[in-house]
C-alpha cells in the first residue's frame, strides 16, 4: 500500500533523483511513496526519534506507526536505543537510524587518478583511496584499478561486501541520462565511448548510479561540505580541464540531455588556441592542467630562471612553485585568474548562485588563485549579485567527487522503493 506525502516528504537530503539502475530519472519529489519508506526517510533524517514524534511529523495514527516500527526493527536500519524525555507519563522509547548498518562505495575516475570512498549512510568517511594512473589512455587498467580500490575500501571494515548497499561512480565527461554506458570519444578517446563499467553490477551485485563529477561535487559540497546550506550554488573544478556542477532550488541541475555545467567551454575572448571541442576562445584553453603545461612552454623564454622553465605535466609542481613566489608561476595564476573571473561573472550575472565554490586539483587555491578571482569578479558582475554570492574553496577537496559519488549512489538507493527490504522478505504494512 502506498500513502500519498504530500506534505510530509523528507525537506533535505533523499529523495529528490530517482536513480534507476546506472542512471537516473527525473520525479516530482511528492510522488507517492510506501508509508514505511517516509517513516525510514524520517527517522534517517532525524536519526534518533519516538514513535509519537513520527506520527505527529507524518500525521499518522499512532498504531499505524506502531506497525510500521514492528517491521522496520527487523531490517536492520533501525533499533530501540532507551527511554527518552517525557512531557508527562510514561518515557518513550527512542528510536535511533543505524548509519553502520550498510555502507556505500563511491568511485571518482578522472583524468589522470582513481579514488574511492567508503561512506556510512549517514554521510561519515570509513575509508578513502587513491591512485594516479593514465585514465585517459588506459580503460582496461583503469577498471581494474577501480576493482582494487573498491576491495581495498571494503576490507578496512568487517563483512564489507555483506554490507555493501550500492555504487555510486563520477565520469570525467558529460552523462547522458537515456545512455549512461556513454562516455564522450571527445574527452577520453581511448575508451571508444563506452565506460563498460556495469561490471561493478555483475561483480558486488548491487545498483550502480553514474554521473559528472564536477556535477557530483556540487552535490558532496551541498550536502557535507561548503555549501551546506545553500540552496543555489556553483562549484567550478579546475582540474586537467575545467568543469562546473550547479545545484538549483537544492537539486543538482543536469539540463534537458544532461550536459549542463559544461563552463570549460565558455567563450572568454583569446582564442588563439582550437579547443578540444572544435572551437576557440574556450575558457578550457586558458584554464586547468592541460593549457597551463601549454602556457609554462609560452612563458619558458621570457623567465629562462623559473622553477617551470623545463616545462612540467604535474599540477603539484605549478603550484609548489607559485607557494615559492617563482614569477613564471605567478604570472600563470594571475591570467588563470582573469579568465576564470570572466566566466564566472557571467555566470553569477545570469543565475546569481548563493555561493561559488573553487574546487579540483589545485591545493594552493585559497593564496594564488582565490584573492584576484574576487577581485576581478566585483569589477565585472553586475551591482546586487556579487554582494550576495560569496566564493569560496571547497571544504572536501581532493575527495569531494568520490564522496558526491557515493551521496547520489545513498539517495538513489534510498528513492527506490523497499530498498530497506531483506531478500525474500514481505513487509506488511498497512495504510493510515
Ligand atoms: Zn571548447
Request: hydrophobic letters at 40%; one cysteine or more; aromatic letters at 6%.
Amino acid at each position: 500500500m502506498t500513502l500519498d506525502v504530500k506534505n510530509q516528504a523528507p525537506t533535505s537530503g533523499v529523495g529528490y533523483v530517482q536513480p534507476n539502475f546506472f542512471g537516473y530519472r527525473k520525479v516530482d519529489r511528492w510522488e507517492a511513496r510506501p508509508l514505511a519508506d517516509s517513516v525510514l526517510h524520517l527517522i534517517w533524517r532525524e536519526h534518533q526519534i519516538s514513535r509519537a514524534e513520527i506520527a505527529r511529523q507524518i500525521g499518522l495514527s499512532r498504531s499505524t506507526v506502531t506497525e510500521v516500527i514492528r517491521d522496520l526493527l527487523l531490517t536492520g536500519y533501525v533499533k530501540e536505543v532507551g527511554a527518552g524525555i517525557s512531557s508527562g507519563g510514561r518515557k518513550p522509547i527512542v528510536l535511533e537510524f543505524q548509519n553502520d548498518h550498510k555502507v556505500i562505495l563511491g568511485v571518482d575516475i578522472g583524468a589522470t587518478h582513481v579514488s574511492a570512498s567508503l561512506m556510512n549512510l549517514g554521510g561519515e568517511l570509513l575509508a578513502f583511496e587513491k591512485r594516479s594512473h593514465s585514465v585517459r589512455s588506459d580503460p582496461e587498467g583503469t577498471r581494474s584499478l577501480v576493482f582494487q580500490l573498491c576491495d581495498t575500501c571494503l576490507n578496512t571494515i568487517e563483512d564489507g561486501n555483506q554490507r555493501l548497499l550500492s555504487i555510486g561512480i563520477a565520469l570525467p565527461s558529460p552523462v547522458d541520462p537515456d545512455h549512461p554506458e556513454w562516455i564522450s570519444e571527445v574527452v577520453i578517446p581511448a575508451w571508444q565511448g563506452k565506460n563498460e563499467l556495469d561490471i561493478l553490477h555483475s561483480h558486488y551485485g548491487v545498483p550502480v548510479y553514474v554521473d559528472n563529477d564536477a556535477n557530483l561535487g556540487a552535490l558532496a559540497e551541498n550536502r557535507w561540505g561548503a555549501g551546506r546550506g545553500y540552496e543555489d550554488l556553483t562549484y567550478v573544478k579546475i582540474g586537467y580541464g575545467i568543469g562546473a556542477g550547479f545545484v538549483l532550488n537544492g537539486e543538482v541541475y543536469r539540463g534537458s540531455t544532461g550536459i549542463a555545467g559544461e563552463m570549460g567551454h565558455m567563450p572568454v575572448g583569446g582564442g588563439e588556441t582550437l579547443c578540444e571541442c572544435g572551437l576557440t576562445d574556450c575558457l578550457t584553453t586558458h584554464v586547468g592542467g592541460k593549457a597551463m603545461f601549454a602556457r609554462i612552454s609560452e612563458l619558458a623564454e621570457k623567465y629562462p630562471h623559473s622553477l617551470l622553465a623545463r616545462g612540467t605535466s604535474n599540477l603539484e609542481e605549478i603550484e609548489l612553485a607559485a607557494h615559492a613566489n617563482d614569477e613564471l608561476a605567478l604570472q600563470l595564476y594571475q591570467e588563470m585568474a582573469d579568465y576564470l573571473s570572466t566566466a564566472i561573472s557571467g555566470w553569477i550575472n545570469m543565475m546569481n548562485p548563493g555561493r561559488i565554490i573553487l574546487g579540483g586539483a589545485m591545493k594552493q587555491l585559497q593564496n594564488r588563485l582565490l584573492a584576484p578571482v574576487q577581485e576581478k569578479i566585483k569589477a565585472c558582475s553586475i551591482v546586487g549579485s556579487v554582494p550576495n554570492t560569496d566564493i569560496q574553496t571547497s571544504e572536501l577537496g581532493h575527495k569531494a567527487e568520490s564522496i558526491g559519488a557515493a551521496t547520489l549512489a545513498l539517495e538513489g538507493v534510498f528513492a527506490e522503493p523497499g530498498f530497506y527490504r531483506n531478500k525474500g522478505e514481505t513487509l506488511h504494512v498497512s495504510s493510515a
